[in-house]
């Protein structure tokens, strides 16, 4: 089967990093996904990361380790607008047909 | 930019009456997805569909559910019979391929309420 475990929840202010962790197990790689979700929105792609090493997306970036079945996102100059909850999700079955998310990191930015 | 719409944003219904959640994914796209979200919890995935059939599907998508293309833009989830537990935010999400690199398009969701 296919699970994901991140942190329930994290807090920073304004203005700090923050990473949020990833581990996962999975048959059929294809992959790390992270998602954002506002409370009452939809899930919004973020990055994505099928290879080592890390990946920027202006003040996002996410990092894979494959080896280790572990990614995180590193969210940078946070920003009050990021208060919301973010997924880590694989690709997974075969030929990668569902993608299996994580319960989620709720992240709380403090002024 | 092209989006993911569905329809209705919010239906109530009553225990054991039939619902049909309807979705129009992003035209150049070929696959095609279900999710539910039950308040505070995690993104579930219910049912894949690709090519007029389905692909893949979760063990939470059983007898009561069924899905459909029935013309050449909408995609619907029909719940044959349902219960309180169904009560949730179901997403309907598509994407151009089945690769990482192809990201899932989230509408903006249906609020299922079941009393």
């Known amino acids: 089967g296919q699970s994901l475990e991140q942190p329930s929840e994290v807090t920073a202010v304004e203005g700090a990093i923050v990473q949020i962790n990833c581990t996962y197990q999975?048959?059929?790689?294809?992959?790390l996904s992270w998602y954002q979700q506002h409370d009452g929105g939809a899930p919004t792609f973020l990055s994505y990361n099928a290879l080592d090493g890390l990946e920027e997306t202006g003040r996002f970036s996410s990092f894979l380790s494959r080896s280790d079945s572990y990614g995180y996102l590193l969210l940078q100059e946070l920003q009050m607008k990021d208060s919301a909850s973010y997924f880590c999700?694989?690709?997974?079955?075969?030929?990668?047909?569902?993608?299996?998310f994580g319960a989620g990191t709720r992240l709380f930015v403090k002024a | 930019e092209p989006e993911v719409t569905q329809t209705p944003s919010h239906q109530v219904t009553q225990m054991g009456q039939e619902v049909i959640l309807r979705c129009v994914p992003i035209s150049n796209h070929l696959y095609f997805y279900w999710y539910r979200q039950i308040l505070g919890q995690k993104v579930e995935f219910l049912v894949s569909?690709?090519?007029?059939?389905?692909?893949?599907k979760s063990e939470i998508f059983d007898d009561q559910f069924s899905v459909e293309r029935p013309d050449g833009s909408n995609f619907t989830l029909k719940i044959r019979s349902t219960k309180l537990e169904d009560s949730a935010m179901y997403f309907c999400?598509?994407?151009?391929?089945?690769?990482?690199?192809?990201?899932?398009?989230f509408g903006n969701g249906t609020r299922l309420t079941v009393t």
């Open positions: 999400a598509s994407s151009e391929k089945t690769g990482g690199n192809s990201p899932l398009h």
């Open positions: 999975t048959s059929g790689f294809y992959g």
């Open positions: 999700a694989v690709r997974a079955g075969t030929g990668g047909f569902k993608t299996i």
């Open positions: 569909f690709y090519n007029n059939e389905i692909s893949e």
